[in-house]
């Protein structure tokens, strides 16, 4: 198995609950992500976060990202696990926030010069644009970019002006075979870059994401002990998967790997219950 032991939380989520109008949508919400470290290498995290449709992902993404306070709780993120503000986590919607009456340097210049100084944006864009195969589409407005190139550049765009840590809300829908391996490939660009970088995704996709990810969080709907739905939808502890310890997390094909489609049967069952 491959070597790997913990640091400290690069994010935590104490306790949250979210309720709209009295009703109860996220119910008491703990979970942690810990700095991973594996020998010799720079290793990121990443977290597939899954759940049926409407059952509060996006609200717990932009409580996470600071975007909305939640009624009950606290986020805390980073070494210093201090409260979450916005604009410290990036944050890739699936609606890209690209400005398209601006060229794709100067959208990812924008974003950039929140955290650098103007030489140094400049720098760190050009890197970018190199990194993520952009080079030659910097002079294009967003409207003539490819959908693959328009989510890379979301993504540049969210790391160059985050702190670590990064969402991505359904990084794969819409793509073709090619174009979702163009961004299987950038998140792993992405976690691999620093290993304080930490990629949460949210997605329908459960083998793609589940071959990417080291932890999965499952949100779903408890019982009482009489059988009756619970309010709210929570991350219980039985549905936070540690991939690392299983033996599934970094394997370069483990999508091949039968322990691995089996996995994934009973993450599929345990989303249909949930
Ligand atoms: N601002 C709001 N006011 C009232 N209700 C809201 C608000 N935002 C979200 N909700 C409700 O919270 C619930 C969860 O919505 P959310 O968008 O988080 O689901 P989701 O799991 O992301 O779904 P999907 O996978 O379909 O995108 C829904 O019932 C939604 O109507």
Known sequence: MTPYFYKEPVLTLDNISMSFGGELVLRDI?????DVVRPNMKQGQVVGFYGRSGIGKSVLCRIMAGLVAPSKGTVQVGVEQEPVKPGAVGFVQQRYPLFNHRTLVDNLLVAAERKYNPEEARQQVESYLERFCLTPHRKKYPAHLSGGQRQRAAIAQQLLCSDHLILLDEPFSGLDIAMIDEVKKIIVEVTTMDELNTVII????????????????????ERDAAGNLLPGATINQQ?????AEMGLAWHPNVEAEP?????????KEEIRQS
Do not use: M
Not at 30 to 34: E, F, I, K
Not at 239 to 243: G, K, P, S, T, V
């Open 30 to 34: 703990s979970a942690q992500v810990l």
């Open 202 to 221: 949210v997605s329908h996709d459960i083998v793609t994401t589940t071959a990417l990810a080291d932890r999965l969080w499952l949100l779903g709907y």
């Open 239 to 243: 549905h936070q998967y540690n991939l």
């Open 259 to 267: 322990e691995f489609a089996q996995f994934v049967e009973e993450i």
